[in-house]
């Protein structure tokens, strides 16, 4: 993690690193509220659809996903010797063992904090609240507001659930709430494992209390540029009492337990649950008019706030709840309770209009005609795409969050298609053999060359050609051969290419038909051959004609010189 290279976007809580994506739609499987966006085999994070569970960041095997850091703003602070008091969630005793968990106050006062508390301060007073507000209104369902993550779901994609929102502020805002009033002119920084702290950080109703929310993940690199180690640093406590059993608020139950009310596991209306899907199908569940209502404590991550994707250490699920229950066992609460006023612990939860748009039945199908669904048995609602029908996909396509290509049965059938295709079209011939040497395929070129037809599918290559060739690659003594042959009874000539495909016991055969230009290559070499003789025989003649010649030449000038000898005597006389 880069601490100073802080996302640009205010807004932007999760994000995605372009360069590491690599469109496996792992993300797209994993977000509880499909706020991913496919576009070009890349994944991105639709800000007004995320509730910034961080899910993706925990399950992105690129670790394509990140979220804002605020680590560069408190650097800042500490550079400037800004006042800064700072408030630890309870899960800090997953991420630190216990002599680290002594020396956490001292090395933060080293970097600048005047204050250090526990969170869980403020969970005490958001149990006691919610406890009297559901003691106040016995006739109705009612959802705990402690987990931000839960709250966010609820607000936009249960709209139906909001007026069961229990109306108090998380352990965070209280007690930051709590700190401003003492600390006017100090920075609130929040300590924890969960990035959607980030978001509720940022929210218009709670931004004048909380200045920055750290990560575990984020004080490390903080340390590390600041140079602190733990083991340099000596032991101290914190600066605030705890109250009652508020440090088990990090686990499934703790906020029940906290505030006196059943915790039995076999209780028939009070419920602590984490994770998504549970959250979802009690929503489900939730009756309408209950006659026993009910009280559902949900926590977003898997096991509660123990598993936050920003915990320092990932260990055994089972041996973080012990590390919280240890921690809690030797730091037992007190009872000095403070006096709060209504402000300090109500919150407002309206609902967030949810962006995705509804379509027609007709637009839907549309969608699935389009990559090969014609009906239900085509629907196979495999998710490899991430969501988990095909209709729920063809939704999303109509809404611009995916991408007809996320389909893989349809890809698949595409490819193979294509590959058909071309072969169906190759001009030269192949045939495909099993283990036994039958024919398993033939394309149109093979059958024109060898006057045959599928009908011979099923029945011996020696049906129609030698198969001395396709003998030896079943014989495991060659791999691959390549050589012209001749076929006399369909006239044929060609290059054979034939190759085994072990893991499949097949093999195929490729035949180049050359007849025409082995044909063409041996009328040429005759006219060469001829234009040599009749070359030779032109040579010949003409040689013959040029001493014919000579001799001709040479008889007349021998006559010749005869006759001007005797006219030279005859002159002389």
């Given at each position: 993690m880069n601490i100073n290279n802080v996302y640009p976007e205010k807004h932007a809580i999760v994000y995605t690193n372009k360069a590491k994506c690599r469109d496996c739609y792992r993300c797209v499987r994993v977000c509880p509220v499909h706020a991913i966006k496919m576009e070009g085999g890349q994944a991105q994070v639709i800000q007004e659809n995320c509730i910034a569970c961080g899910t993706c960041i925990a399950e992105c095997p690129q670790h394509a996903k990140a979220y804002r850091t605020d680590a560069g703003l408190v650097l800042q602070w500490i550079g400037s010797e800004t006042p800064m008091v700072i408030s630890i969630a309870p899960s800090f005793a997953t991420s630190y063992s216990e002599w680290e968990q002594k020396r956490l106050p001292s090395a933060l006062r080293s970097m600048g904090f005047m204050h250090i508390s526990e969170t869980a301060v403020g969970a005490y007073y958001t149990a006691q609240a919610t406890a009297a507000y559901i003691n106040e209104n016995p006739n109705q369902n009612h959802i705990c507001t402690a987990c931000p993550a839960a709250v966010s779901y609820v607000r936009q994609y249960a709209p139906k659930h909001v007026r069961e929102l229990v109306p108090v502020a998380s352990p965070m805002l209280i007690h930051a709430r709590l700190l401003k009033k003492k600390f006017r002119r100090a920075k609130v920084v929040f300590l924890g494992p969960c990035v959607a702290k980030k978001a509720e950080a940022i929210n218009e109703n709670n931004s004048d209390?909380?200045?920055?929310?750290?990560?575990?993940?984020?004080?490390?690199?903080?340390?590390?540029?600041?140079?602190?180690?733990?083991?340099?640093?000596?032991?101290?406590?914190?600066?605030?009492?705890?109250?009652?059993?508020?440090?088990?608020?990090?686990?499934?139950?703790?906020?029940?337990?906290?505030?006196?009310?059943?915790?039995?596991l076999l209780g028939e209306t009070h419920i602590a649950l984490s994770g998504h899907e549970s959250l979802k199908e009690v929503l489900?569940?939730?009756?309408?008019?209950?006659?026993?209502?009910?009280?559902?404590?949900?926590?977003?991550?898997?096991?509660?706030?123990?598993?936050?994707?920003?915990?320092?250490?990932?260990?055994?699920?089972?041996?973080?709840?012990?590390?919280?229950?240890?921690?809690?066992?030797?730091h037992p609460g007190t009872d000095q309770i403070q006096a709060l006023t209504a402000d300090d612990v109500v919150a407002i939860y309206p609902p967030i209009k949810n962006t995705e748009k509804e379509f027609s039945e007709q637009e839907i199908q549309a969608v699935l005609e389009s990559i090969g669904k014609h009906g239900p048995e085509d629907e196979l609602n495999c998710m490899a795409c991430g969501y988990d029908t095909c209709r729920e996909k063809a939704n999303a396509v109509l809404n611009g969050l995916a991408e007809r290509e996320m389909c893989m049965p349809y890809m698949r059938q595409m490819a193979e298609q294509k590959f058909e295709t071309m072969i169906a079209l190759d001009p030269n011939g192949i045939v495909m053999l099993n283990d036994k040497l039958e024919i398993i395929h033939m394309n149109p070129a093979f059958q024109k060359m060898f006057s045959c037809s599928d009908?011979?599918?099923?029945?011996?290559?020696?049906?129609?050609?030698?198969?001395?060739?396709?003998?030896?690659?079943?014989?495991?003594?060659?791999?691959?051969?390549?050589?012209?042959?001749?076929?006399?009874?369909?006239?044929?000539i060609c290059h054979l290419m034939c190759y085994a495909m072990p893991e499949q016991k097949q093999y195929v055969g490729i035949f180049m038909d050359v007849t025409a230009l082995q044909t063409n290559t041996e009328k040429l070499q005759e006219v060469k051959v001829e234009t040599v003789f009749q070359a030779q025989s032109l040579l010949d003649h003409q040689v013959a004609m040029a001493q014919d010649l000579a001799r001709f030449l040479g008889e007349h000038a021998a006559k010749g010189e005869v006759l001007l000898n005797k006219l030279i005597d005859s002159i002389q006389k």
């Open positions: 209390y909380i200045d920055a929310v750290l990560t575990f993940e984020e004080l490390d690199e903080i340390f590390l540029q600041k140079g602190i180690n733990l083991d340099n640093c000596e032991e101290s406590g914190f600066d605030e009492l705890v109250v009652g059993d508020s440090r088990l608020f990090p686990l499934e139950g703790g906020l029940l337990k906290t505030a006196s009310l059943n915790t039995d489900e569940a939730l009756p309408k008019n209950p006659q026993k209502p009910w009280i559902i404590e949900p926590l977003f991550c898997r096991h509660g706030c123990i598993n936050g994707p920003g915990a320092r250490k990932k260990t055994a699920v089972y041996s973080q709840r012990k590390a919280v229950l240890d921690y809690a066992e030797k009908a011979l599918s099923g029945r011996p290559i020696a049906y129609l050609i030698d198969p001395d060739d396709f003998e030896e690659l079943a014989t495991g003594n060659s791999d691959l051969i390549r050589k012209t042959v001749t076929y006399s009874n369909y006239n044929l």
